[in-house]
C-alpha cells in the first residue's frame, strides 16, 4: 500500500447508502431502506457513553543539549550568549476510556510513553493527576489510575469477537487537540496484521476518522460498548484516508485484568513453537482449501505443544472452534484464552483434521539467567551475558526457543563496544569450545590465550570473527 503508517487520534466520518428495497443481514441486521430511517440520530447513544471517553495529557523533561561554541568569547560576540545544557518539558495529547467506576483508564502506550508527569481531562472539563499501573510496548496498551475517590463513568467493555464486517461503529476521541469528537463509520475488516512495528498483529479495521490525537480513543459498537482502542492509521500526510486500526476490546479485557491484579508486567502464553504464515505455495503442497492458518515449523523439546502432540508440518487452523487467519490470530486467540487455562488447538495433519488441547502458561525460566559483567583483557570485556530460557527470550523479544549465552547489554567505549557486540548477540563458541552457560565464557576468557575465534548469532546469522 503506497502510503504510510501513522499512530493515530481518531475521527470517523461515513457515507450510508439509502437503497429502495430493504436488505436483510444475518441476525437480523439492516441497512437503512428509507429517508426517514436516515434521519435517525446517534445523539442518545454519545449522551450516554461520551463522558467515559476522556483526553490524556503527557508531558516528559527532555535534555536539550547546549551550542557546541557556549562559554567560546569570540563566537558569543558575534551571536550572543549561548545557553548552557538545560532542561526541556514536552507535551503529547492522546485519549483514553474510562473502563472501571474506579477511575481505571485504558490508553495507548505510545501516548504515555516516558511521561513523567500524566493528567486526564474529562469530558466536563475537570482535570485529574494519574499513574500508570501497567504498560506494554508490545501490545501498544497502558492503563491509568486517576487519583480521586469518586465514581466515574464507564464504557462496558463489549465482545469484540462478535464484531462483524459492516458493523455500524463510533469513534470518540480528541482529534488534533481540538477537543472532543464524533465520528462513525463502518467495520471494514477483520484481523489485520503487520500493521505496525509491534509483534502484535491482530486489529479491527475502520473507516471511522482517526487522526493524531485519537491514540487510545473508543470504537464503540451500536449498543454503547467499546469494541477496540483506537491505535493507528495508514496516512500520506498525518490525516485520516479511511483507513484506522483498534486493539480489539478482548484483548483490553485480558490487559485490564492484569493490572487489577497487581502484575507489573503482562504474561503472554508460553507455546513452545514457531510458526509461519500458510502461503498458497504451502496451502497447495499440503492440499488445504485455503492459504490460511500458522504452520508449525519448530517445537521445543518437553514444550506445551510437544506435549500436546504439535509436530512440524501441521498446520493450525482454528482455537477453540475460531478460525485462525495466520500465526498473529494465533497469538491472540491464545492470549485472550488467559493464562492459567487450556484451548483447544484443530490441526491439519497428513490432510487430516484432529483437535488437540494445549496448557496455556508462562514462559519457564528453565536455566538460571546468571548475568555477569565480563572483564579482563579480552573482546568481551564490558558486557554483560546472561543464561537463555524461554522466560529472557520472552522479555528480549527473541524467539523462546532460542537457547546459549545472550549478550544482554555492553557499556560504551568497552573493548566489547570496540568490537561490535550487540545486545541479542548469541555467543556460540570461543576458540572452538562450544559455550552453554555464562560460567563457560567467563573461564574460557580466562585462558586469555592471546588470540580468539569468535562464532555468534546476530539476526539469525552466524558470525565468525578471529581477533588477537
Same mark, same amino acid.
Given at each position: ?51 467515559? *471517553? ?46 472501571? !467506576?474506579?477511575?481505571?483508564? =485504558? ?8 511521561? +513523567? ?20 510496548? &508490545?501490545? +501498544?496498551? !497502558? ?16 465482545? @469484540? ?16 487537540? $481540538? ?98 504464515? *500458510? ?11 485455503? !492459504? ?12 506445551? !505443544? ?8 501441521? =498446520? =493450525? ?38 483437535? $488437540?488441547?494445549?496448557?496455556? +502458561? ?14 579482563? &583483557? ?35 567505549? @568497552?573493548?566489547?563496544? &570496540? ?17 552453554? @552457560? ?25 558470525? &565468525?570473527?578471529?581477533?588477537?
Amino acid at each position: 500500500m503506497p502510503s504510510m503508517l501513522n499512530y493515530l487520534t481518531t475521527g470517523l466520518l461515513a457515507t450510508m447508502l439509502v437503497l429502495p428495497v430493504p436488505v436483510q443481514a444475518q441476525d437480523n441486521k439492516t441497512v437503512p431502506a428509507s429517508t426517514a430511517e436516515m434521519q435517525l440520530s446517534f445523539a442518545p447513544l454519545v449522551k450516554r457513553t461520551a463522558g467515559a *471517553v476522556v483526553n490524556v495529557y503527557a508531558e516528559r523533561l527532555v535534555q536539550k543539549r547546549a551550542s557546541p561554541f557556549a562559554g567560546d568569547p569570540f563566537f558569543e560576540q558575534f551571536f550572543g550568549q549561548q545557553s548552557p545544557n538545560r532542561t526541556e518539558k514536552q507535551s503529547s495529547l492522546g485519549s483514553g476510556v474510562i473502563a472501571t !467506576a474506579s477511575g481505571l483508564v =485504558v490508553t495507548n502506550n505510545h501516548v504515555i510513553e516516558g511521561a +513523567d508527569d500524566i493528567k486526564v481531562a474529562l469530558a466536563d472539563g475537570r482535570e485529574f493527576a494519574s499513574k500508570v499501573l501497567l504498560k506494554d510496548d &508490545r501490545l +501498544d496498551l !497502558a492503563v491509568l489510575q486517576i487519583d480521586a475517590k469518586e465514581e466515574f463513568p464507564v464504557l462496558a467493555l463489549g465482545n @469484540s469477537d462478535a464484531t462483524e464486517v459492516g458493523d455500524l461503529v463510533l469513534a470518540i476521541g480528541n482529534p488534533f487537540g $481540538v477537543g472532543q469528537t464524533v465520528t462513525s463509520g463502518i467495520v471494514s475488516a477483520l484481523a489485520r496484521n503487520q500493521v505496525t512495528q509491534g509483534d502484535f498483529g491482530f486489529f479491527i479495521q475502520t473507516d471511522a476518522s482517526i487522526n493524531p490525537g485519537n491514540s487510545g480513543g473508543a470504537l464503540m459498537n451500536m449498543a454503547g460498548e467499546l469494541i477496540g482502542i483506537n491505535t493507528a492509521i495508514f496516512s500520506r500526510g498525518g490525516g485520516s484516508n479511511g483507513i484506522g486500526f483498534a486493539i480489539p476490546a478482548n484483548l483490553v479485557r485480558v490487559f485490564l485484568a492484569a493490572a487489577e491484579k497487581g502484575d507489573t508486567s503482562f504474561q503472554r502464553p508460553y507455546v513452545g513453537a514457531t510458526f509461519d504464515p *500458510v502461503t498458497s505455495e504451502v496451502a497447495e503442497a499440503l492440499g488445504l482449501k485455503r !492459504a490460511r492458518g500458522a504452520l508449525v515449523v519448530g517445537v521445543v523439546k518437553d514444550g506445551p !505443544a510437544e506435549k500436546a502432540g504439535i509436530e512440524p508440518g501441521q =498446520v =493450525v487452523t482454528a482455537v477453540n472452534g475460531i478460525a485462525v487467519e495466520h500465526p498473529d490470530a494465533l497469538g491472540y486467540r491464545l492470549t485472550t484464552a488467559g493464562i492459567g487455562k487450556s484451548a483447544t488447538l484443530t490441526l491439519i495433519d497428513k490432510g487430516k483434521e484432529k483437535n $488437540v488441547t494445549i496448557a496455556l +502458561d508462562t514462559a519457564p525460566e528453565t536455566a538460571p539467567r546468571d548475568e555477569r559483567l565480563l572483564e579482563g &583483557r579480552n573482546p568481551f570485556a564490558g558486557a554483560t551475558v546472561a543464561n537463555l530460557s524461554p522466560k529472557l527470550a520472552d522479555e528480549l523479544r527473541m524467539p523462546t526457543s532460542t537457547t546459549g549465552v545472550v549478550i544482554m547489554d555492553v557499556k560504551r567505549n @568497552s573493548p566489547a563496544a &570496540r568490537v561490535g557486540f550487540q545486545p541479542k548477540d548469541i555467543i556460540v563458541s570461543l576458540n572452538g569450545t562450544d559455550m552453554a @552457560s555464562t560460567a563457560n565464557v567467563e573461564k574460557a576468557l580466562e585462558d586469555n590465550p592471546g588470540f580468539w575465534r569468535l562464532e555468534i548469532i546476530r539476526d539469525g546469522q552466524r558470525i &565468525r570473527q578471529f581477533l588477537r
